[in-house]
């Protein structure tokens, strides 16, 4: 087990609301780390909607998802979070009166005073292709994100979908990969319309193939792909040698590890008192869309609400000696000090 990491506040969730606390925690000198599956910031907004607008942030009358997270980490570099990206938290476990040990799936530890769920509808999971038999294959031949491209190094690669995800691997993997062919159900593609057409010249210029139909089986022994089955729209059957698939078909969100930390779950999301938004375990406080409580609507503003009140409890189990004067960031100097504005 490696060293723990220590710090006043963890929380677990990058999305706005997750970010939102940094802010709120650090006016009242509270340091925090966040954790978060995604390899980027920004949860539903990041992942989910990027270029949508959101029409409903107070006194913004029109941001889009990546606009938002983008000025959200603006509003939160004088505080100097730390971010884990691309890890899981698997473990919560109560060390102290409060104080906390987690874990996550990449084996860091870290020891706090105080935790923050933030973790939205729980985790993005890949939704699964409907081909029998594919579970076989699932980590060794097939993957549904790429984290390191140099494992598919001269590979036959199979890409399967018409978003973004499948547009952008494909052009990316292209220049490494032995043969990349790209099968969608239709000859239409909702990815960005650039990285279409480059595709488009790809295939062309004979660099890389195209098949329009649905892959129906997959062959190979032990774990190892040796070719796909694939059936077109013409119904022709037609057999594609591949080590490797990475199908691309979105995301669905799972609650995931949050059900095994000791806390009272209410159908999937964790009831939270409303003066503070602390759950069931004393220290463990949960805001954004994964809390519960009569009234709860599942907006941004919410979420942003109820971080400013976690951070004032919060402050109690950090500083226990010290008392928390309220000050408003208009008017305190030492608050703008903080934000290194005065
Ligand atoms: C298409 C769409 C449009 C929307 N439009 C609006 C709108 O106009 N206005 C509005 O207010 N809201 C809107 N919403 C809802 C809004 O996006 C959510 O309310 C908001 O994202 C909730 O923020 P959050 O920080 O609580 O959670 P999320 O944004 O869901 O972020 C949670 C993060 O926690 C991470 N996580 C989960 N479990 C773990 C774990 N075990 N370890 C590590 N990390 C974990 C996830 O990877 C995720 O990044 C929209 C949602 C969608 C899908």
């Not at 270029?51 to 100097?80: C, N, R």
């Not at 980590?139 to 790429?146: K, L, R």
């Not at 189990?317 to 000050?327: A, G, I, S």
Request: charged share 20%; proline share 6%.
């Amino acid at each position: 087990m490696s060293e723990a990491i220590k710090t006043d506040v963890l929380i677990i969730g990058a999305g706005p609301c997750g970010l939102f606390a940094v802010f709120e925690l650090g006016l009242l000198d509270i340091k925090t780390h966040l954790i978060d599956i995604l390899d980027k910031p920004g949860g539903q907004c990041a992942e989910l909607y990027p270029e949508k607008p959101i029409y409903d942030i107070p006194g913004v009358p029109m941001v889009t998802g990546h606009g938002l997270t983008e000025a959200l980490m603006e509003q939160i570099k004088p505080f100097k979070p730390t971010f884990h990206l691309g890890e899981m938290v698997e473990k919560v476990e109560k060390i102290g009166d409060p104080a906390f040990r987690v874990t996550t799936d990449a084996g860091k530890v870290f020891e706090c005073k105080v935790v923050v769920i933030a973790a939205g509808g729980g985790s993005f999971q890949p939704k699964r292709p409907p081909v029998p038999g594919i579970e076989a294959y699932e980590g060794t031949s097939v993957f549904y994100a790429v984290r390191k491209m140099e494992q598919f190094r001269d590979k036959n690669i199979i890409i399967v979908g018409g978003g973004d995800s499948a547009l952008d691997w494909t052009l990316n993997l292209h220049p490494l990969a032995k043969r990349i062919t790209l099968i969608h159900r239709r000859d239409d593609f909702r990815a960005a319309p650039h990285s279409v057409e480059q595709m488009r010249a790809l295939v062309s210029s004979g660099k890389m193939d195209l098949r329009i139909g649905q892959i129906t089986g997959l062959e190979g022994r032990d774990g190892r792909l040796s070719s796909a089955t694939l059936k077109g729209n013409d119904n022709a059957v037609e057999t594609i040698a591949c080590e490797t698939m990475l199908p691309f078909f979105g995301l669905t969100m799972k609650l995931g590890p949050v059900a095994e930390w000791g806390i009272a779950l209410e159908n999937n999301l964790v009831p939270v008192e409303t003066s503070a938004f602390e759950t069931s375990v004393p220290g463990i406080f949960a805001i954004g869309d994964i809390n519960t409580y009569p009234g709860k609507i599942k907006l941004i503003l919410c979420g942003f609400h109820e971080g400013a009140l976690m951070a004032q409890k919060a402050h109690r189990y950090v500083y226990p000696e010290k008392r928390l004067v309220f000050q408003y960031t208009t008017s305190s100097s030492s608050l703008q000090k903080k934000l290194g504005v005065s």
